[in-house]
C-alpha cells in the first residue's frame, strides 16, 4: 500500500528524475522509500532500517539495497533539494486538483510585530 501511494503521488518519479543527471548507479528511489516505508511502520536508524529490510519485511524493489545505499541516498537527496521539494508539491497538488494560489510560509523572527496583508 505504501509502496503504491509513493508511485501515485509521483514521488518515486520526482526523485528519479532529480537524481538523473548524476549518473547514480545505486538504488536511490529504493533507498529513500525503504527508510520512508521504516518510519511509517517501524522508525529506527539508517543501520536498523538496513536490518529491518534483510530480515523483517520484503519492500519491492530493495533487494539490493545496501548500508552504504541508505546513507548516500540521503546524502542525495540533501543535494536534490528544493527542486525535488517543488516536484514532489506539484505532483500531489496536480493529483489532489489543489487549486494553488498563494502560499504562506511560517518564520521565526525577531520582533513579531504584526503585518497587514491587501487583500
Not at 66 to 86: F, N, P, S
Request: net charge negative; hydrophobic share 55%.
Amino acid at each position: 500500500m505504501l509502496d503504491r501511494l509513493w508511485h501515485e503521488l509521483g514521488i518515486a518519479q520526482a526523485i528519479q528524475e532529480a537524481v538523473a543527471d548524476r549518473r547514480v548507479r545505486l538504488p536511490v528511489e529504493r533507498a529513500l522509500f525503504a527508510m520512508v516505508a521504516n518510519r511509517a511502520l517501524a522508525p529506527a536508524s539508517k543501520l536498523a532500517t538496513w536490518e529491518w529490510l534483510q530480515k523483517e519485511v520484503v519492500l519491492p524493489g530493495t533487494e539490493g539495497v545496501e548500508l552504504h545505499h541508505l546513507y548516500r541516498a540521503m546524502d542525495l537527496l540533501v543535494a536534490a533539494g528544493e527542486a525535488l521539494q517543488k516536484a514532489i508539491y506539484w505532483s500531489v497538488a496536480d493529483i489532489l486538483q489543489l487549486e494553488v494560489d498563494l502560499l504562506f510560509l511560517g518564520a521565526l523572527c525577531q520582533d513579531p510585530a504584526p503585518v497587514a496583508l491587501a487583500a
